[in-house]
């Protein structure tokens, strides 16, 4: 899924539209941190940078790359997610 596997696979305008609903609703529940205060940056900037963390650390799942038990796994998927948002001024 996030290597495109699928070469020919061409998105049509549902998935399009698809993709787009999730853009808006990512971006706006990272305006809304934001706007608490648990958050700092642009609202596009940190939505991306989520989704590459997120899309990352799915792909290396996916490989076998975050370890072989649920505990590993867990704990990878943990610091991936508490380092970023602490980087942008969140808590974990």
């Known amino acids: 899924m996030f290597s ?3 070469t020919d696979f061409s ?6 539209a698809a993709t787009s609903s999730v853009r808006v609703l ?5 305006r809304r941190c934001i706007d608490a205060g648990r958050l700092r940056g642009d609202e596009t900037d940190v939505a991306h940078v989520f989704v590459a ?3 990352g650390m799915a792909f290396a799942e996916a490989a076998g790359r975050l370890g072989t038990s649920t505990e590993s796994i867990e704990r990878r998927w943990r610091l991936a997610i508490s380092t970023t948002l602490n980087g942008f001024g969140g808590r974990s």
Do not use: H, K, S, W
Not at 11 to 16: M, Q, R, S
Not at 26 to 30: A, S, Y
């Open 4 to 6: 495109r596997p699928f």
């Open 11 to 16: 998105a049509g305008p549902d998935e399009l």
């Open 26 to 30: 990512t971006v706006g529940r990272i």
């Open 53 to 55: 963390v997120i899309q």
